[in-house]
């Protein structure tokens, strides 16, 4: 079966500009978490969705927001884009939520650069 | 609040020798605890998870790792290391909480480096 897929894999924006990111999860997936890696603050937990709901949020300014649609698919949005935005930004897909109890699928990750 | 700390940014061992990658974990409490492998320009794959019951759990591609709860620790080994084991490794934990787990808290990240 089709793995998780963030589109696009690359992009190059502006300091101040908004960016949206994709992310469709695995079929029959209803959970998906979003997570920024840099390689100064490595790996953090944006946020997680279910059922169109926001589930979880980490710790990041109200730039950062993200949806979840009917089909389970996901975007994320980041507003008033900052140089140290320029991150590897993952998706995750999950059966359900719960890391303990079913497996976090990760996608490819959309390189973000902002200069 | 949870804490992942993975001692050694990097890590190299010759091919077919062991491999240990640590791993210490702050929780206040039971954790889930995962090991994750990042190859370069990919996501995360889950290589193994302990979350109840046996202490020394098998993951993928001959990994182990032994949750230690007197030593908070959950240390990843491989007998005999591979050049294809040649990647990044993070340890990561995770709480349930209310409804739901919380998200993954990862430590850094460790590189392995395979010399022939």
């Known amino acids: 079966k089709a793995g998780v897929t963030q589109t696009p894999r690359y992009l190059i924006k502006t300091r101040g500009q908004q960016v949206t990111l994709s992310c469709s999860p695995i079929?029959?997936?209803?959970?998906v978490s979003w997570y920024q890696q840099t390689p100064g603050q490595g790996l953090q937990f944006l946020f997680e969705y279910f059922s169109e709901t926001q589930r979880n949020k980490g710790n990041f300014p109200g730039r950062f927001s993200g949806r979840q649609f009917s089909n389970s698919r996901s975007e994320m949005n980041v507003s008033t884009l900052e140089l140290g935005d320029s991150a590897l930004y993952l998706c995750?897909?999950?059966?359900?939520?719960?890391?303990?109890?079913?497996?976090?699928?990760f996608g490819q990750g959309t390189r973000l650069t902002v200069v | 609040a949870q804490s992942v700390t993975q001692l050694g940014s990097h890590v190299s061992v010759s091919e077919g020798a062991l491999v240990l990658l640590r791993c210490n974990y702050s929780?206040?409490?039971?954790?889930?605890l995962f090991w994750y492998v990042q190859y370069p320009n990919q996501g995360l794959q889950l290589l193994l998870k302990y979350t109840t019951g046996a202490t020394l759990v098998k993951g993928i591609n001959g990994f182990e790792a032994e949750f230690k709860k007197s030593e908070t620790s959950f240390h990843l080994t491989k007998p005999s290391a591979h050049m294809s084991d040649a990647a990044e490794y993070f340890c990561?934990?995770?709480?349930?909480?209310?409804?739901?787990?919380?998200?993954?808290?990862f430590g850094k990240g460790t590189h392995l480096i395979i010399q022939p």
């Open positions: 990561a934990v995770s709480m349930y909480s209310g409804g739901g787990a919380d998200g993954l808290t």
């Open positions: 929780s206040s409490v039971p954790p889930y």
């Open positions: 995750a897909s999950q059966l359900w939520p719960g890391t303990a109890n079913t497996e976090a699928f």
């Open positions: 079929s029959g997936h209803r959970s």
